[in-house]
C-alpha cells in the first residue's frame, strides 16, 4: 500500500474510475487483476464492480461483483484477484471500477492494482517437413543379398514401473465461503464453510475467499499466523500458493516447475 489510494462513491460519475489507455494483452492467454478494496460506509443492498471492454467492444462486461454483506463488510483490507480469460486472442482493453451506492457515504478505496498476464502456449509443429521435388538423377541400387535370421533367445519383456502419481492430482478447487476474522484467516485455516454472518461464530464473519483446495488437501496445520505474500512457481497462482512452490523472482528461476507467481496472503514463509 502507498500514501494514497483511489475513491469510488454513490452511482455517478465520480463513482467510476477506469483506464485512460488501452492495456496490451495480444501476448496473454488470460490476464490476472489483482487489487486490495476497503469499503466505508456502504450499506445494506449496496455494492461496486470490476469490468473490463476488449478493442472494438461496445459495452463493459462485468467481471466481478461485489456485494456489502455478502462479499465485504466495511472497515478491512481485502484482496482479489479476478482472471479474465483472453481466448481468442484480442489486441487491447480497458478495465473500469464503479460503485453503486446509493449516497456519498458509500465509498469503496482501491489500491495496489496490478495487472498480470499468463503467456500463451506456443505448441511446436509434430508433422516432418514434406520434401519438395528433386531434378537429381536416381542412384541405381545393388541387388539385396540375403540374410539368416537372427536365433537369439527370446527376451523376456522388461517390467513396467508406473508413472509417480503427484499428491495434488485428486485436489479439488474450492470456492466455498468460510467464516473468519478475514479473508486469509477464514481461507488459510480452511474453516467451518457458510452461507451468511449467520452462520459463523461471533467474531467471525462469512467471506468469499480466493480459490483453494480446502476440503480435498491435508488439513493445515500452520506454525505461525504471520501472513505473507512473495512470488513461487507453479503452474497456477493457486498451486504454486497452496503447494508452497520454490521462491522465485521471474519465470527463469522456476526451471520448468511453471512460472513465476505473485501470490495471495500465505503462510508459505513459515518455518
Known sequence: ????????????????????????????????????????????????????????????????????EEDFTNGDWIPVTVNVPNPSSKKKMHILFSNNADKNKGQIYLDDIVLRGVPRQVVAPTDAPIAGPTTEAPIPMAPPVPQTPPTAAPVS???????????????????????????????????????????????QYCWGVHPNYCGSKPDPNPTCNDIGYGH????????????????????????????????????????
Open 1 to 68: 500500500m502507498g500514501n494514497w489510494s483511489a475513491r469510488i462513491r454513490d452511482n455517478s460519475r465520480s463513482s467510476r474510475i477506469r483506464t485512460t489507455d488501452l492495456v496490451r494483452v495480444l501476448d496473454y492467454s488470460d490476464i490476472l487483476i489483482s487489487f486490495w478494496y476497503y469499503g466505508a460506509g456502504m450499506a445494506t443492498g449496496e455494492s461496486f464492480e470490476l469490468a473490463i471492454k476488449f478493442k472494438g467492444e461496445t459495452d463493459f462486461t462485468t467481471v466481478g461483483n461485489y456485494k456489502y
Open 157 to 203: 519383456p522388461a517390467p513396467v514401473t508406473p508413472a509417480p502419481v503427484s499428491p495434488t492430482d485428486d485436489w479439488v478447487i474450492s470456492n466455498h465461503r468460510r467464516c473468519g476474522a478475514s479473508e486469509a484467516d477464514a481461507r488459510l485455516h480452511c474453516r467451518t464453510t457458510c452461507f451468511s454472518n449467520t452462520d459463523c461464530v461471533t467474531g
Open 232 to 271: 513461487r512457481c507453479g503452474a497456477t497462482e493457486v498451486l504454486a500458493r497452496e503447494t508452497c512452490g520454490p521462491t522465485c523472482r521471474w519465470a527463469g528461476d522456476c526451471n520448468g516447475n511453471g512460472i513465476c507467481h505473485g501470490l495471495q496472503s500465505n503462510f508459505c514463509h513459515c518455518s
